[in-house]
């Protein structure tokens, strides 16, 4: 079975700094992994994904990811957080690609003035 | 990007009224539509999957006659929660996926419906 763990309910940083939201997997075969949006109101928005390619992947918005097999690792990353990334960000994990979708619990980003 | 759009945004009903849910992809055909059950402070949970044309398929331990799910077309799933409870008070989100040679297989999200049962 896949599961993904998301450490931290809540992420607070501050305007210009350094973004690190956690998400660790567990997967039985290669995995697909995918780090998604969710504004108020709004449904989810793809920022990236990992499908076996470059372990280094680069989303929309100036976020990245770096897969690490070795850590079941694939957090999620921004230089320098800006306003409107205040969101709630989820992890998910599949081992068919987009099709079931396994999320974790998600992580509220707020970012302070 | 392609969109999909949930209604109603919000309902509030009684306890023991149905309730229904549409999903409707706006500007591609959606071959495949998935629901999912979000719970406070929770992870999505996939509660099914509609294929247009076939019944859905349910996952573990979600009550098929409790949640009606129909794929009568390419752009239209519907979820109707059949005597509603206040237990079933949550938020339901319905996600699509292109179908033909456009797949990519990416999911598009709805805005989701926040069910409130009193």
């Known amino acids: 079975a896949q599961s993904v763990t998301q450490l931290g309910s809540h992420v607070s940083v501050s305007e210009g700094a350094l973004v690190l939201l956690r998400c660790n997997y567990s997967?039985?075969?290669?995995?697909?992994l995918f780090w998604y949006v969710q504004y108020p109101n709004q449904g989810l928005q793809l920022l990236l994904k990992?499908?076996?390619?470059?372990?280094l992947v680069k989303g929309i918005n100036g976020f990245e990811a770096e897969f690490k097999k070795s850590e079941t690792s694939f957090h999620l990353t921004k230089p320098s957080a800006h306003m409107s990334d205040a969101a709630e960000y989820f992890c998910?994990?599949?081992?068919?690609?987009?099709?079931?979708?396994?999320f974790g619990t998600g992580t509220r980003l707020l970012v302070s003035p | 990007g392609a969109v999909v759009s949930q209604h109603p945004s919000r309902v509030i009903c009684k306890s023991g009224t149905s309730v229904k849910i549409e999903c409707r992809s706006l500007?591609?055909?959606?071959?495949?539509m998935f629901w999912y059950r979000q719970f406070p402070k929770k992870s999505l949970m996939l509660m099914a999957t509609?294929?247009?044309?076939?019944?859905?398929?349910?996952e573990q331990g979600v009550e098929k006659d409790k949640f009606l799910i129909n794929h009568a077309s390419l752009t239209l799933s519907t979820l109707t929660v059949t005597s509603a409870h206040p237990e079933d008070s949550s938020f339901y989100i319905c996600?699509?996926?292109?179908?033909?040679?456009?797949?990519?297989?990416?999911?598009?999200f709805g805005e989701g419906s926040r069910l409130t049962v009193l």
């Open positions: 996600s699509a996926s292109r179908g033909g040679i456009s797949n990519t297989g990416e999911l598009f």
């Open positions: 997967s039985s075969v290669p995995p697909y």
């Open positions: 990992y499908t076996s390619a470059a372990t």
């Open positions: 998910a994990v599949s081992n068919t690609g987009f099709q079931k979708l396994v």
């Open positions: 500007d591609f055909q959606a071959t495949t």
């Open positions: 509609s294929n247009e044309g076939s019944k859905a398929t349910y």
